[in-house]
């Protein structure tokens, strides 16, 4: 039997290999060479006209150009098919890659306007890319198990059954990491995801391979998702955009998943761009298009303009952000804290009032919600890996040249203890604990009502959604600055703010450390290793609240533009 | 150690005794006289302005009075008092009574009205009923178990909360059955509960003290809970409104429950009242009172005017309901489908649409759901007992005189087996399944869109809650026309439509027997048994639709009223 699992995967990754045109490869920049991210402009598969169109990534843009059939979306789809193709060659980014089925879909969509002379929905002709766990009809989802290679779904998930209905042009699906539950990228089927900004770093996980393609511009718009910071955690690695909503705002039904039919910190699926308006614009597509009609779990709640428009929120007029410098867990890296700086004088500077988030309960949020997810002692993974034989995949470093472990054990295997089988009765225990501890947050942040000047509680919480960035394959644990959203269901986005500068990041003297992670994560930092990768922070608000959110981030985003000189007024 | 258990329940029901004030002490009617319904009027209590307050069952009439000082709430609160310490006598509804404390809270909002010109909020001055769930800061909350005697709860929950904020008057709670998980209501520390339309039956549970206690006219607006039916079994028997709302509408957080922390079929509050007004003023003042600031658990969703004024259903115009003449579990006994019968008439004479509602994997969801809600094994209900030694009840039927047992084994034995403890993963393939049967059912409703006429699926389904009417103690199994609301998070709502008429209610022929269960029931059928007691017949819509079903369902009501020469017009 030995051998049996690997020959599946080199088959499988032959295949993918053959799904590219081969006029599509490019001659590869050498291994050594760690920013790839001038290739696709210089690499000369892409027309200059392609190259126009890739680059422009305010997706409203392109979804205007489409409508009025100044782009056809063959181009489009063309041009991002081509775009994908490089990052793959340079990252490996991709699983899924169905060149023909996305050009005809383009061309329908190009016949339905041409013949109807309208769009077929608010997304029409759009290339859209979709992480690892989408089933789309005829095709595989292998979602990083090798036993699930061959599994060929029967019909399209209701996101995909609904992007359809948009007028959206699904064209590739990104790599996962086994098990979904990393915060990097790397599986035995399609193997390692690399950071495009940096390939000797990671991309982030477990939505990485769509970080590394949106990041490249390969994709306008990807759709990943987050049971423990998926979304977020690629974004601040890759200088994206993204919403995690609450959870069953948006519809997961059909969706494969890790950890199935565990709901009490649910999974949820959102977009990652490299432009705010993407967001907006597919969450309203999505919402407007009444998806509990085709999923039952999702929240009958329509898209709120008032809210968008912060009718909650004084209308957006001298809102209170509250940053959280250190949530006591991990102490963030100087690019973390620089950057939280420039939002705080950036805010202050468009008339904002920015106080101190002051952490509440973090150490037993993040014990109750890592004793959730693994309170099935890692029975779902045993099995998903048990069916092929391969092993479970218990470090993300490089098997050729491992990363000197940071941490001889992990902050959450501490908390959580070795694996368990709970039962129903313990879970919900925890339901319990959980709901207590929401409950306790949500009076921890209405009392702020005292320090804000503006008659409301703080509006939104800005702070990192990891305590570093981008660091080398392996490296990457988890620092809770994620968990509290998936453990408190806040409605979060991330921004990108700067990059890391060697020269304004110097290290920080040692704190007196929170625990031997908050050390380990202090040692790992030196300036030397992470200049050009990109700093971002997240901006948490509160449960479904997701237009309200996007509307602070699009106040967030334009008082940092305006700091950073590029909005003129 | 024998007897001690009793002996704190002996020592607990002389507490209750005592805190009733000895004038309000009744001349009691023989136990013999089975329809109490008339005693409160004629018993000498209550003055006749008592009588005029406690009979105008419109709590929109009696909110616009006390916001007027027409009525103070003082008086409205002890006529509500004496009313309910006539209905306890009569049918033992009560658990916490508390006169003095009730009437300070009246003065307290007759004061605040006299010194500021304005009410508290939109319940001012309303006396307002509790399931023995509702804990209140000071009282005990003892919920059927002995050993939660003396259990005294150090805060309000979050629905007492809000409901001082909208100014009413909390004035008595309510009795419930051991484990709350009975369609009847007795306990061994309060007893039991009967039903004043005939005290030989039951008047239905789980929120069994609310339904004899407002059916009595002895609170003008109840509050109650429902995992399996509780609110609207009792609705059922004892001829009132209510509304099973969706997971997380209203705020639950702080009450007490059977089955804490199991989230997999939450179960909901939702008031009780003798008008449909009730309802709906109810669940618009706590919707409009932003829950979700309290209770972390609550949608974040306004109340929609629009949704209630049915923009998805045409505005409602020329609706299409689906008539539910049975579930393929148990038929219906011949009241309930002269009921159906008659709603059918009066939507057809109003101008809508009627057509039959299809049985869609009925017995699976059936399954799913006890098999989800025994998933601890009956571990929670033992650890309860246990406490103090009392026995877990295992029948409804009166210890001294026990009815033969209709069933040797009910039909949810049969689905669910012995009691078993599942683990957690287990518990995640049950998600899995109900995920997929909500799913399934969904595009079911979906699917009638081609037989409606309207262009829209079927609005609302119109359904039993139960197979029959109120039964002797000890009879009321369960049908499942319930549960399907609570297993697939449907809003529905309960409306009278009239009582058992031994002429007009004939025995049907033998059918088909769907199993032993529906056979049993079948048999129990005779039109002696039931006369005079309430027929009512449930609503069903859409997950979280709670504006439009209680829309629908004034629709329905004001349809039978005309119907029946009620209304003018």
Redesign the interface.
């Given at each position: 039997m030995s051998g049996q699992w690997q020959d599946l995967c080199a088959a499988r990754k032959t295949k993918q290999h053959d799904s590219i045109p081969p006029e599509w490869l490019i001659q590869l920049p050498p291994d050594d060479q760690l920013n790839v991210m001038d290739v696709p402009s210089k690499c000369g598969l892409l027309t200059p006209r392609e190259l126009e169109i890739t680059e422009t990534v305010d997706i409203d843009i392109i979804l205007r150009k489409l409508s009025t059939a100044e782009w056809s979306s063959v181009e489009v789809t063309t041009a991002f098919l081509k775009r994908a193709i490089v990052a793959q060659q340079l990252t490996n980014c991709l699983t899924e890659i169905f060149v023909d089925r996305a050009l005809t879909r383009a061309k329908e969509t190009d016949n339905y306007l041409r013949d109807n002379g309208k769009v077929i929905g608010p997304l029409h002709g759009l290339p859209i890319s979709l992480k690892d766990q989408f089933t789309m009809q005829g095709l595989e989802t292998i979602m990083g198990y090798v036993s699930w290679i061959g599994r060929v779904a029967a019909n399209d998930c209701v996101l995909v059954e609904i992007l359809y209905n948009c007028g959206a042009v699904p064209f590739v699906r990104t790599n996962v990491p086994q098990t979904l539950m990393w915060g990097e990228t790397f599986n035995h089927v399609f193997g390692r995801t690399t950071n495009p900004y940096n390939r000797y770093l990671t991309p982030g996980g477990s939505s990485g391979g769509e970080g590394a393609l949106v990041a490249m511009k390969g994709s306008p718009l990807g759709v990943g998702t987050d049971i423990d910071g998926s979304l977020r955690i690629p974004s601040a690695f890759c200088g994206l955009y993204t919403l995690r909503p609450s959870y069953e705002r948006l519809p997961y039904?059909g969706a494969v998943n890790a950890?199935?039919?565990?709901?009490?910190i649910s999974s949820v699926l959102g977009p990652m761009a490299n432009t705010l308006s993407g967001v907006k614009t597919f969450t309203k597509a999505i919402i407007d298009s009444d998806p509990?009609?085709?999923?039952?779990?999702v929240?009958?709640?329509d898209w709120s303009q008032q809210e968008y428009e912060l009718v909650d929120h004084g209308g957006g007029k001298n809102l209170c952000f509250a940053i959280m410098w250190d949530n006591e867990v991990v102490r963030p890296h100087p690019p973390l804290h620089r950057a939280m700086e420039i939002t705080k004088d950036a805010l202050e500077a468009a008339g904002h009032k920015v106080i101190d988030w002051v952490p509440h309960r973090h150490m037993e949020i993040y014990k109750c919600a890592q004793t959730i997810l693994n309170?099935?002692?890692a029975?779902?993974y045993m099995l998903d890996c048990g069916a092929s034989g391969e092993p479970l995949i218990t470090s993300m470093s490089p098997e050729i040249d491992p990363h000197p472990t940071t941490l001889e054990e992990t902050l959450i295997k501490k908390l959580v203890g070795p694996p368990k089988?709970?039962?129903?009765?313990?879970?919900?225990?925890?339901?319990?604990e959980k709901?207590e501890l929401?409950?306790s947050?949500?009076d921890h942040w209405?009392a702020t009502i005292s320090q804000t000047g503006t008659g409301r509680p703080v509006d939104a919480i800005i702070s990192p959604a990891v305590a570093y960035t981008a660091v080398p394959h392996g490296l990457n644990s988890d620092s809770f600055y994620t968990t509290l959203g998936n453990a408190?269901?806040y409605s979060c986005t991330m921004f990108p703010v700067t990059y890391v500068d060697a020269e304004l990041d110097k290290p920080h003297p040692p704190h007196e450390f929170h625990n031997h992670e908050d050390e380990a994560i202090y040692k790992l930092y030196t300036p030397e290793l992470f200049p050009g990768t990109p700093v971002g922070l997240q901006l948490i608000g509160?449960?479904?609240?997701e237009e309200a959110v996007i509307g602070m981030t699009e106040i967030v985003d334009n008082a940092l533009k305006k700091f950073r000189g590029e909005l003129s007024g």
């Open positions: 039904y950890l199935q039919g565990q709901e009490s509990w009609l085709k999923d039952p779990q929240v009958r709640k309170a099935d002692g029975h779902d089988h709970h039962s129903a009765w313990e879970l919900w225990q925890l339901h319990m709901r929401r409950k947050y949500l209405q408190m269901d509160r449960t479904l609240e």
